[in-house]
């Protein structure tokens, strides 16, 4: 059973950023890819960025390319969301997932429990 741990939320000005962070355990992630997606009140839930495990290779966004910054850390297991120059509208639940598919994007089968991010203008 595959468990996704995140952290890092909060409300934040525009302009400014913020770190979140998701930590899976569960199994051996190998090959597959680790992402987030979010949601807004009244939306539907949004493919945001996402990392392969063992090749690094990076997935972003076109809403987010060169504010959003996707990144992990082998050593503490663990995958990070860098997001400069926030806007309000980047207000949403932003959710962990795996394992990401692409062409076309699509989130797996498992989500962390969700962690708030409130831009205010």
């Known amino acids: 059973q595959v468990q996704l741990v995140e952290s890092g939320g909060g409300l934040v000005q525009a302009g400014g950023s913020l770190r979140l962070s998701c930590a899976p355990s569960?199994?051996?992630?190998?090959?597959?890819?680790i992402g987030w997606f979010r949601q807004a009140p009244g939306k539907e839930r949004e493919f945001v960025a996402a990392?392969?495990?063992?090749?690094?290779?990076?997935y972003n966004a076109d809403s987010v390319k060169g504010r959003f910054t996707i990144s992990k850390n082998n050593a503490k297991n663990t995958v990070y969301l860098q997001m400069n120059s926030l806007k309000p509208e980047d207000t949403a639940v932003y959710y962990c997932?795996?394992?990401?598919?692409?062409?076309?994007?699509?989130?797996?089968?498992?989500w962390g429990q969700g962690t708030q991010v409130t831009v205010s203008s």
């Open positions: 997932n795996f394992p990401v598919r692409f062409t076309p994007v699509q989130a797996g089968a498992y």
């Open positions: 569960g199994r051996t992630f190998s090959s597959d890819a």
């Open positions: 990392i392969n495990w063992s090749g690094g290779s990076t």
